[in-house]
């Protein structure tokens, strides 16, 4: 594979990711081997990493593609991503497109792109036998490759460990294209996640499809992991990014509430507060258990950031149905809510149900609309109750900083403290109108 290596690095490649945090990541390690380059204009190779979360997704990737051509006539065209697995076939009729690599073949691609140079390649869809298949996770090992994992100024890297989904959540097509769960080997993450921290990263952010059923099938679980990191922890601090609540449970939220490695940062996805549409929902969540989990979550660390998603207008929600979403969750010690009005993805339960019972759409969004108010309320709330209190704060770009418990705040620190990537312990200080902070040195 030395050959590939070097033709690998002769490439200089752009990347534009859309969608999700393991997208990102996904698209981050495809291009590893190759020069990033410094515009899209300077690109030999546009790799346009999708997504397929909804049709309206697909559309934004198409018109993306579209775009970049105009913008360099000459370099070569790649798709992958969760758009590349739903919608191959008719990216492939695109002119504009040159190669659609599945999820399966992107650890390929120097090799497909030496193949697709001498004509090799049978037609513009390219599969994970054309060239040996991908490493499904990119763990760090081997001198030199950890700062592939790391954004640019050094202030976070983000770690996908695990991939997959067996749940059958009515509005999701991520399952159909994700395949089955698998995860990276439980030692290969805590040897990753203690390189990074030794190398000066401050944060290190697992990924996954469905992180809380990491380890499923191989003995392990990301339970015992952060139980790893505890008995040995890491220079560095660790944030998990979105668990399943019924598959994270009560000892896995308690133990990241505890944890001293652990950011108290939990974000468990809900969707809906009423019973009626979590079930056609096919959540699996029950409402009274959702809200012991959160409340116990909070009760044992009230420094707990508790974060959750929201779909607005999920086919024939009725007035009543919204009313108790707005209840449950205003009874709820959320800081934050992402609000997302429902849009229909071609392929699952939740189209054929829009088919039948669609909400209108003035209604979607004005539901949307009072979500996200009740969020920012929630989001001040939180802001108010940390004004007084300290914690531990990487410094990012601007001027600004991440708290641990995930508030992105102003930093009035020494300028030699306010380097990117530091990490200082700051007072937060109310500024402002109700609910503003900054960041004092302590």
Do not use: W
Not at 78 to 100: F, H, I, N
Request: hydrophobic share 45%; glycine share 10%.
């Amino acid at each position: 594979m030395s050959d590939l290596s070097t033709n690998a690095r002769l490439r200089r490649v752009h990347v534009a990711a859309l969608g999700c945090k393991v997208s990102r990541v996904d698209a981050v390690a495809t291009a590893a081997p190759f020069v990033r380059a410094a515009s899209v204009a300077g690109a030999d190779v546009l790799l346009v990493h999708g997504c397929a979360v909804t049709d309206r997704a697909g559309r934004d990737g198409r018109r993306l593609i579209r775009r970049l051509r105009r913008a360099n006539g000459t370099a070569t065209i790649v798709v992958s991503g969760c758009l590349a697995e739903k919608d191959a076939e008719t990216l492939a009729q695109m002119r504009d497109v040159d190669l659609v690599v599945p999820l399966a073949a992107r650890g390929a691609l120097p090799a497909l792109l030496d193949a697709l140079d001498a004509g090799l390649l049978p037609g513009k869809l390219a599969r994970a036998s054309d060239a040996g298949a991908a490493a499904l996770f990119g763990m760090p090992v081997g001198d030199g490759t950890t700062g592939l994992f790391v954004d640019a100024d050094r202030t976070r890297a983000f770690l996908k460990i695990q991939d997959g989904c067996r749940r059958r959540c009515a509005f999701c097509i991520v399952p159909s294209l994700r395949g089955a769960e698998r995860s990276a080997a439980s030692a290969d993450v805590a040897d990753a996640i203690r390189r990074l921290g030794g190398e000066g990263v401050p944060e290190v952010v697992l990924t996954g499809v469905h992180l809380a059923a990491f380890g499923a099938g191989s003995g392990g679980s990301l339970l015992s992991l952060l139980d790893d990191l505890e008995r040995d922890p890491p220079a560095c601090r660790v944030r998990l990014s979105s668990l399943e609540p019924m598959e994270a449970g009560e000892e896995l939220v308690l133990r990241v509430a505890a944890s001293r490695v652990v950011v108290p940062h939990l974000h468990l996805p809900l969707q809906s507060g009423s019973a009626g549409v979590l079930r056609r929902m096919r959540r699996g969540i029950v409402p009274a258990r959702y809200r012991a989990l959160a409340l116990g979550a909070v009760r044992a660390n009230p420094r707990l950031h508790l974060a959750t998603d929201l779909i607005a207008g999920f086919p024939a929600e009725t007035d009543a149905e919204h009313a108790e979403t707005l209840a449950f969750v205003e009874a709820l010690p959320f800081a934050s809510l992402h609000v997302f009005p429902f849009s229909p993805r071609s392929g699952t339960a939740g189209a054929s149900l829009h088919a039948a019972a669609p909400v209108p759409a003035r209604t979607v969004a004005a539901r949307a609309r009072a979500l996200r108010r009740l969020g920012e309320a929630k989001a001040r709330a939180f802001a108010v109750r940390a004004a007084g209190t300290t914690a531990d704060c990487v410094v990012l770009r601007g001027g600004r900083g991440l708290t641990d418990h995930y508030l992105e705040v102003p930093l009035r620190l020494p300028s030699g403290d306010s380097v990117p990537g530091r990490r200082v312990s700051v007072r937060l200080v109310a500024s402002g109108a109700e609910g503003g902070l900054e960041a004092h040195p302590c």
